[in-house]
């Protein structure tokens, strides 16, 4: 209900016209006004405030509800353009880049090494630079995360990184949103990995303590994250007065947890080191012998494609599962990245509670 003069109106009896308007208002007031990434790359969330991780959920959360459930069409991209540079497979980041551009009205150019002259007949330096020349985003999929720091060095267009071998930083602001629609806030929740130190625990290590969440990290010894990204999640732990352990037993670290997660052990490129790697996670498969040891809301995330060494079937579809929920939410948070770097838009549903 809100107070018109001295007459109660409900929003349910008003026009969409009237909702729409209503909602520019709101869209105007200060508290809306805080945060503006407009014109930012994103390599990594750790060079993103605890605020401004909050407004790319709540974005994605504002285009989910308004798009989705009320089916509504926003063309914020019209007339814009996006490159797709992808040195790897993909596809949910690909899908849902592709199919969210397009259904904001834009249009996206999917380009692997084998289309462009990328690395072969033409510098990075140089791509970039005619990139930034005809699109007006590039989001890049790559294996050397360096390159990802060269290309925003040289273009003048916002650079978004697809995946690189030190981060999946998409991946992990459409874990948020699932465990932010699932549990209703983010805050206190205890988060456990069990398995490599990849690319995806190391955003999870640069992000969950901003947003007040703990994690309980087992990795086989040699398979350890990063030293320098270790060291950044000790920082930001002690910074944001979050929980943070390290260890090899998975036991350990399902410990109480409310979220057990896990990636698959052998990424892009490390297919030589298949037989060596099954060995060293003997032990870190994700069970209900596992999940005993979590809390008793616990819930489970692997942002896909799975295989079940890392994962049993009955943990992978059981009702405590979010998998799916978690993939679809890639495009969710994927589009709120393109409006927040492109556009003036604010989020126009109520801020959500983290």
Avoid at 62 to 69: A, E, P, S, V, W
Avoid at 297 to 306: M, S
Avoid at 317 to 328: D, H, R, T, W
Wanted: glycine share 6%; with cysteine.
């Amino acid at each position: 209900m809100l107070l018109n003069g001295r007459n109660f109106i409900s929003i349910a009896k008003l026009s969409r016209t009237s909702k729409q308007l209503l909602r520019q208002f709101w869209c105007a007031t200060p508290a809306h006004m805080n945060v503006n990434i407009k014109g930012r790359d994103l390599l990594t969330l750790q060079n993103y405030t605890a605020d401004e991780l909050k407004y790319l959920l709540w974005m994605a959360s504002d285009l989910k509800q308004r798009i989705k459930h009320e089916g509504e069409y926003l063309p914020l991209m019209q007339g814009k353009s996006l490159a797709m540079i992808f040195e790897k497979r993909s596809t949910r980041t690909r899908l849902s880049a592709e199919t969210g551009f397009a259904l904001l009205g834009g249009h996206a150019s999917f380009l692997t090494t084998q289309d462009i002259h990328l690395g072969t007949n033409e510098s990075l330096t140089d791509t970039a630079r005619v990139l930034s020349s005809m699109t007006n985003a590039i989001l890049a999929r790559v294996y050397d995360h360096n390159d990802l720091d060269l290309m925003a060095k040289e273009a003048t267009i916002p650079i978004i990184n697809g995946l690189s071998n030190l981060y999946h930083p998409l991946q992990i602001l459409a874990d948020y949103l699932t465990l932010q629609e699932h549990f209703g806030g983010l805050k206190g929740l205890s988060i456990a990995w069990i398995g490599d130190g990849n690319n995806v625990l190391q955003s999870f290590m640069t992000s969950a303590a901003k947003l007040g969440m703990h994690l309980r990290i087992a990795t086989p010894r040699g398979f350890e994250p990063h030293p320098k990204i270790t060291k950044i999640a000790e920082q930001n732990s002690k910074e944001y007065g979050t929980k943070l352990l390290l260890t090899t037993d998975p036991l350990e670290a399902a410990d109480s947890a409310n979220v057990l997660v896990t990636d698959t052990w052998i990424s892009m490129g490390q297919e030589e080191e298949k037989k060596e790697r099954l060995k060293a996670f003997q032990g870190y498969q994700i069970t209900m012998q596992t999940a005993k040891s979590a809390a008793s809301n616990w819930t489970f995330l692997h942002c896909l494609p799975r295989k079940p060494e890392e994962v049993d079937d009955e943990v992978f579809y059981s009702p405590q599962s979010l998998v799916f929920q978690e993939a679809e939410n890639r495009k969710w948070t994927i589009m709120a990245v393109m409006v927040s770097l492109l556009t003036d838009y604010s989020p126009q549903l109520q801020k959500p509670t983290f």
